[in-house]
């Protein structure tokens, strides 16, 4: 199994430009989640989704767009690039919701400009 | 509102030196705590998981343990391998799907 994977590994964006992050697991989860990563301010939920079709907005949404159209993918999209979205983005995902244990992907550092 | 505070932010210990990390916690009813490893440049790795007071969970050289505010993570006689962030996490209140993660704390183990 490859786990959680998360594509590209770094990305330099600028200001108002839209990307999306993507992330997928090959464990047959049914939750997935999105999290930012700041200095100092720990790990913050961005979005999570509790199986295909079914998302919710976590502590921080604002500026992100999910979907789960598939058990496996949970891209995670920038609509338009802001300077404080400068941060490293973790995917993650675990069997069944937030209180099992979660398998984190690699993380992306994004930088915008 | 659901909260997790760790202390301190950043632990420095001689090989060896045990210690303790803090983790304290307000929550509506405990569902979980949770305790991730964090090396340079990757995503958190599960360690432990707590369920109610008192109970403890052990690990090579790490020990969890639970209170009704506070978990600590104890480190005995830790190796330069060790050295890591530890997060702890809390399952929200309520019927969500939210874990909220404290700060950190970076431990940082010399030979």
């Known amino acids: 199994n490859a786990g959680v994977t998360q594509t590209p590994k770094f990305q330099v964006l600028k200001t108002g430009q839209s990307m999306t992050l993507q992330c997928a697991q090959d464990?047959?989860?049914?939750?997935m989640s999105w999290y930012r990563q700041d200095p100092g301010m720990g790990l913050r939920l961005i979005h999570y989704?509790?199986?295909?079709?079914?998302?919710d907005q976590g502590e921080v949404p604002n500026g992100y767009n999910v979907s789960r159209s598939t058990t496996e993918d949970f891209p995670l999209r920038l609509l338009s690039a802001a300077p404080s979205q400068t941060s490293v983005y973790f995917c993650?995902?675990?069997?069944?919701?937030?209180?099992?244990?979660?398998?984190f992907g690699p993380g992306t550092r994004l930088t915008v400009l | 509102e659901d909260q997790v505070t760790q202390s301190p932010e950043a632990l420095r210990l001689q090989e060896g030196e045990s210690s303790s990390l803090n983790c304290s916690y307000t929550?509506?009813?405990?569902?979980?705590l949770f305790w991730y490893r964090q090396d340079p440049g990757k995503g958190p790795e599960f360690l432990f998981t707590?369920?109610?007071a008192g109970e403890e969970k052990e690990k090579e050289r790490l020990k969890a343990t639970l209170t009704k505010k506070e978990s600590f993570l104890h480190i005995t006689a830790p190796k330069p391998e060790d050295s890591a962030t530890y997060l702890c996490?809390?399952?929200?209140?309520?019927?969500?799907?939210?874990?909220?993660f404290g700060q950190g704390t970076t431990l940082q183990v010399k030979p």
């Open positions: 989704s509790v199986g295909a079709g079914i998302t």
């Open positions: 993650a995902s675990s069997y069944r919701g937030a209180g099992d244990t979660q398998y």
């Open positions: 996490a809390l399952l929200g209140s309520g019927n969500t799907g939210k874990l909220i």
């Open positions: 464990m047959n989860h049914e939750y």
């Open positions: 929550v509506s009813g405990l569902r979980g």
């Open positions: 707590l369920y109610s």
